[in-house]
């Protein structure tokens, strides 16, 4: 007796995904024994980890310079001195100042050399306030002994190019010379606009106002 081939048929692989149930607790009692129910919270899937957080940027200062402190350069001309020259150490909040002054096209060579601290203000877009107090020790041919100059000087300076380090400054200044009695002439100040001038007093005084345009940098 002849049997017929058989022909098997293979059928294509289905995926299979399972979702999952959430069940109301009235009908968890009407489930059957054999289906356990799930512990809550155990569907619900754990958040995705974050990712590393990036390294922070390379700080532009050196090795073992300290964060927050600038170093800056400033030249500037005045009713004082023609040329002065100083460098402005330190935070932004409260920095040292070393400054430099001579007049070497006057009748009398003099020079200067000055200390003092400062502090900056908050920037208004390209204008940057500053407020300095410099004591400066003076000394001409002229006088025997050398003066004390002290000079509290408000300024502005305004950024040449958005962003950079180079800046216009103005400034006025106020400034009170002291000197010890000596004969002779005084010529600290004494061209200037005085609001004070006591030349036969102990000590010797002026006062007066002045200005100061120059560079920052």
């Not at 601290?117 to 940057?128: M, P, Q, Y």
């Not at 000079?151 to 190019?161: C, D, Y």
Request: without cysteine.
């Amino acid at each position: 007796m002849l049997r017929a081939p058989t022909t098997r048929t293979q059928l294509p692989d289905v995926a299979v995904t399972a979702r999952p149930v959430s069940v109301q607790p009235g009908l968890a009692a009407e489930l059957p024994a054999v289906l356990p129910l799930a512990a809550p919270g155990a569907l619900a899937t754990e958040p995705p980890a974050r990712p590393a957080a990036a390294d922070a940027p390379a700080s532009r200062s050196g090795p073992g310079w300290p964060r927050g402190v600038a170093l800056h350069g400033e030249v500037w001309t005045s009713e004082f001195m023609p040329l002065n020259g100083a460098i402005q150490f330190g935070p932004p909040r409260l920095y040292a100042i070393i400054s430099a002054s001579a007049d070497p096209v006057g009748r009398q060579t003099s020079w200067a050399l000055g200390a003092g601290v400062g502090t900056t203000g908050r920037a208004w877009g390209r204008f940057t306030p500053r407020l300095e107090v410099l004591q400066w020790v003076v000394d001409t041919d002229q006088e025997r002994a050398p003066g004390w100059l002290t000079q509290l000087r408000p300024s502005v300076g305004w950024q040449l190019r958005e962003g950079r380090r180079w800046q216009l400054v103005g400034a006025p200044t106020l400034n009170l010379a002291v000197a010890r009695p000596e004969p002779g002439r005084w010529s600290l100040g004494q061209n200037q606009w005085l609001w004070l001038d006591a030349d036969r007093d102990q000590p010797r005084l002026r006062l007066w106002p002045g200005v100061q345009v120059g560079l920052r940098f």
